[in-house]
């Protein structure tokens, strides 16, 4: 566990022990002044697909969050309607902004300081879903008094930072004592609040750090450097919000992997790599993070994850198919300067010559006024022959004939978690067929007590063993042990035992081995087990995405989208088959997988002790 005078990897590069007060001491000498803390911007074309949309929207309506859309989390769960019109309105301030830095044009000048007013008059940048005031209060409506500091009040925050910084001299000349009522409103609703609080579960002083740390610290830290005034109190507040991505670096695995997902890499370990240069620029580069080792490993994660083309391994609330408009200008920067020749390339291979319309401010002008980035050539992504994380104990692997295998241990207590551990992905030419199903919209109950009524929850629809009719337990306890990695020329082999996962009585081993054949160009998964007696059977389920034709003892599976379709096989003899189709009616599923997923159910034999075999490759 971190406390609050503990000291991460940061602060013992940089001689500050005993956070954040002896790095405030040096932060009040080091920092630049607020108009010149933030990196400079570029006047630089945002695109078509900004132009395009900034100038259909202008003159039109602003969207307006509504009392009855932040009331519906508290009646029915709801949280997207409200979102929605809050992410709507930023993202139509933040292509107003990139217009006006682009034309020096007063009417987008106009445009933006409109933007600006709507969110310094909206009652709360914080979103309902993680707001106390229901709890503390029983209202369905903000209190005012009372701001809560989240990852939406962070966001408005450092957007309202950046746009001060783009076009301050212009707010100053149109629109005199705009600037002051931001500053006024950010001091009230975000830096005092972090200053005088240390009870913010997102601090992780308690030693449980996710994703939240980072984010919400790297938008106080601009949102400090920029509009707060120069003095001990501005080098404090940085120093705290240091402090909190030092922790959070802190809590990483030495690999660099993140449990929540390759998708919350983005809102997790980005942030922190973007807070970091930042702040490397506001102390004119007297505090860098380019020699901590679990920077360089964390900026490689990402192209480990990669399974192909826009599918990436999706353990966790992660989608197999993420977004697409991520801020890969972060990951080029920082492979180019620790010489991540890989990581570089996987970066550039998604660079789209247009900002997206959708781009949070900060990264948009970052990416706009990083002239290498702009004028990278196209590279083809690298893709990983194996690699094993110990951190979060995920392995993936491929065949020289583009199957590949993932495979993950850990336990089930993890950021995001789901009730997973042993599970396996099978893809051909990066697209699962074997699959991890991700995660629905959204709700109350996602991260409520009844997670894991969800079914993309339940260990039951992933692809592991379903034990004598339990499935894997909740919590940190129940987890895989006795973790074994081959990681050989010819063969990727990891061996966990999965018996801890299940509250079963009895169960003394549950061995699965997951094999790569690169050779070959099979996958193979045999499960073995050990109890102290007969008893009931158990079930092997496998989740499969495509369209599947079942015959004796085979399993065929087209990939979605077509392509080469992957054959499952096993002896016929040894197991009752059955399947069981799910229809997939939340956007957020089915926008990955069509309209349906299937589970392959392998019944087993209750015997005391025994083995099954299946075996995974590209039909001929």
């Known amino acids: 566990m971190m406390t609050d005078t503990a000291t991460g990897p940061l602060l013992t590069a940089w001689g500050a022990p005993g956070a954040p007060g002896a790095l405030g001491e040096k932060l009040a000498h080091l920092l630049l002044p607020p108009d010149a803390a933030l990196p400079p911007v570029s006047p630089a074309d945002p695109g078509a697909a900004v ?40 993202d139509r301030l933040t292509r107003a902004v990139l217009m006006a830095v682009a034309t020096g044009d007063g009417a987008w000048v106009d445009e933006a300081a409109d933007g600006i007013v709507l969110l310094c008059e909206q009652s709360s940048w914080c979103w309902p879903a993680h707001d106390d005031h229901h709890r503390r209060l029983g209202v369905v409506l903000p209190d005012l008094s009372g701001p809560y500091l989240d990852l939406g009040a962070a966001d408005v925050a450092g957007q309202l ?33 972090f200053t005088r609080r240390r009870d913010w579960h997102w601090l992780g002083l308690d030693g449980d750090v996710h994703n939240w740390c980072p984010w919400i610290c790297g938008n106080v830290l601009v949102a400090a450097l920029r509009l707060a005034e120069p003095g001990a109190e501005r080098a404090g507040q940085v120093a705290w919000a240091v402090a909190g991505v030092d922790r959070y670096l802190a809590a990483l695995p030495a690999d660099g992997s993140v449990d929540e997902g390759y998708e919350y890499w983005w809102n997790g370990a980005c942030r922190a790599l973007e807070a970091l240069d930042v702040l490397e620029h506001a102390t004119s580069g007297a505090l860098t993070a380019v020699d901590v080792p679990v920077v360089r490993q964390t900026v490689r994660f990402p192209h480990r994850m990669h399974l192909g083309g826009p599918w990436y391994v999706n353990f966790a609330d992660a989608r197999a198919l993420p977004p697409a408009g991520q801020p890969w200008q972060v990951v080029h920067r920082w492979a180019r300067r620790l010489g991540e020749q890989d990581a570089g390339r996987h970066a550039a291979a998604h660079r789209d010559a247009a900002v997206s319309p959708e781009a949070e401010l900060g990264r948009a002008l970052a990416e706009l006024a990083d002239e290498t980035w702009r004028t990278a050539g196209p590279a083809e992504p690298p893709l990983a022959d194996g690699v094993w994380l110990p951190g979060t104990q995920v392995g993936v692997a491929r065949t020289r004939d583009g199957l590949t295998l993932a495979v993950k241990g850990g336990h089930n207590a993890e950021h995001h978690n789901h009730n997973d551990v042993g599970s396996v992905i099978i893809a051909v030419d990066g697209v699962p067929v074997v699959a991890d199903a991700g995660r629905p919209t959204y709700t109350a109950q996602t991260f409520g007590p009844d997670r894991y009524a969800i079914w993309t929850m339940r260990s039951d629809w992933h692809s592991v063993p379903e034990v004598r009719g339990t499935p894997q337990g909740q919590g940190e306890r129940f987890r895989a042990r006795d973790t074994e990695v081959t990681d050989e020329a010819g063969i990727f082999r990891v061996r966990l035992d999965l018996a801890e996962a299940y509250p079963v009585e009895g169960l003394a081993r549950w061995w699965r081995t997951a094999r790569l054949d690169r050779d070959a160009g099979t996958v193979t998964i045999e499960d073995a087990w050990s109890f102290a007696a007969a008893g009931a059977g158990s079930v092997l389920h496998y989740l499969l995405a495509g369209q599947v034709t079942l015959s004796a003892g085979r399993a065929e599976v087209r990939p979605v989208g077509g392509g080469r379709t992957v054959f499952l096989s096993w002896d016929p003899g040894r197991a009752a088959v059955s399947t069981t189709v799910r229809e997939l009616d939340d956007p957020m599923l089915s926008s990955v997988w069509g309209e349906r997923m299937t589970r392959l159910e392998l019944r087993l034999p209750g015997t005391a002790g025994g083995s099954f075999r299946i075996q995974a490759g590209v039909c001929a």
């Open 51 to 90: 132009r395009d949309l900034a100038r259909a929207e202008r003159g039109t309506p602003w969207p307006q969050p509504l009392a009855s859309q932040y009331a519906r989390y508290f009646k029915d769960g709801d949280r997207t309607s409200y979102e929605t019109s809050v992410f709507t309105r930023q």
């Open 161 to 193: 930072a950046w746009a001060d910084h783009a076009l301050g001299r212009l707010f100053d000349e149109r629109f005199p004592g705009l600037r002051e009522r931001v500053r006024d409103e950010v001091r009230t609703r975000v830096l005092e609040p």
